[in-house]
């Protein structure tokens, strides 16, 4: 009979991100809970409040919206590189 253990701990693999002079780190795709992919992909979350949760609400919001989608894009292409994660668009 085959098996499988799930819920151990692993490494969390994250896109380093610079703004300024502090460097943050985000979890990619496949580090994060089904909760927060299925949030991510139903819409439920609009990006601002995922990338809160690592990069302080005031930094993130003096952001151009330029440089939003470009971490959000980062974000998006690093995780379907290490995870192959598909988050569509």
Do not use: C, H
């Amino acid at each position: 009979m085959a098996s499988i253990a799930l819920g151990k701990k692993k490494s969390v693999n994250t896109l380093k991100v610079e703004i300024g002079d502090k460097s943050y780190s985000v979890p990619l795709a496949g580090s994060l809970s089904v909760a927060e992919i299925k949030a991510l992909r139903n819409g439920d979350d609009d990006g601002f409040s995922f990338f809160e949760k690592y990069i302080p609400q005031e930094v993130i919001a003096d952001l151009s919206l330029d440089d939003f989608k470009e971490l959000n894009n980062a974000w998006k292409k690093e995780s379907e590189k290490v995870s192959g994660v598909d988050l569509g668009e």
